[in-house]
């Protein structure tokens, strides 16, 4: 069972528009939360987290809103450019399992110039 | 700082054959954790080794296993392969090993088997 969904397979936006990434989870141990980026054959590259204690985090383009109360967050990218095209995972860290890092199945973002 | 390096980038194996996959951590990482991607099953973590020991273990049958080496360098072998062991294996490493978060990524190595 899925204990992070990024239940948006894929997603296109029009360059200079907002992206918005959603992330739901269901263990309320998870404790930190991380969104990497992954280009076709390369490995995920670390793009930004946000702790628990925490409802927003931001940098550059890129912001993660946290509802804990939801289990949700989602992932800003404002504005959006071509090269933001890829797929974006959302990752948590399991407090209560060893601090595992529990994997969503992606969303693949394609901004269109 | 050199990146995560993974060898070999591609190989093809037939059924029944085993194959080992190397990875180097960058330089004073000690964690290093293994995932297969496939395309439904997005990124499923295999383990996670921490100054040459198992941390953590995914929900993987026996034939895959792997080992840390004094250096940090780890490899993973699996044997008997399947074919729906094609996948992309992907090695990750972390400053901070045990809180798993923030790691790094190689290219992975892509494997094929048929």
């Known amino acids: 069972d899925q204990q992070v969904k990024q239940n948006s397979p894929s997603l296109s936006v029009q360059e200079g528009r907002i992206s918005i990434l959603n992330c739901d989870y269901t263990?309320?141990?998870?404790?930190?939360f991380l969104w990497y980026k992954k280009y076709p054959a390369e490995g995920p590259t670390f793009l930004i987290s946000?702790?628990?204690i925490k409802d927003k985090n931001e940098d550059g383009r890129f912001t993660v809103f946290l509802n804990k109360s939801a289990k949700h967050l989602s992932l800003h990218i404002v504005p959006s450019q071509p090269g933001d095209s890829a797929v974006y995972f959302c990752?948590?860290?399991?407090?209560?399992?060893?601090?595992?890092?529990?994997w969503g199945l992606g969303t693949s973002l394609a901004v269109n110039p | 700082k050199a990146g995560v390096t993974q060898t070999p980038r591609y190989l093809i194996k037939t059924r029944g054959q085993q194959v080992t996959l190397s990875c180097s951590p960058i330089?004073?990482?000690?964690?290093v954790s293994w995932y297969q991607q496939t395309p439904g099953q997005g990124l499923q973590f295999l383990f996670e080794?921490?100054?040459?020991?198992?941390?953590n273990k995914g929900n993987f049958p026996g034939r895959f296993s792997g080992r840390q080496f004094s250096n940090s360098r780890s490899e993973m072998n699996v044997s008997t392969l399947e074919l729906g062991d094609s996948a992309l294996y992907l090695c990750?490493?972390?400053?901070?090993?045990?809180?798993?978060?923030?790691?790094?990524f190689g290219p992975g190595t892509r494997l094929t088997v048929t």
């Open positions: 990750a490493s972390s400053l901070r090993g045990r809180s798993g978060g923030e790691q790094y």
């Open positions: 330089s004073g990482h000690r964690s």
């Open positions: 080794y921490f100054s040459e020991t198992q941390r």
């Open positions: 263990n309320s141990m998870f404790d930190y």
């Open positions: 946000i702790s628990s």
């Open positions: 990752a948590a860290l399991d407090a209560g399992n060893n601090r595992k890092l529990i």
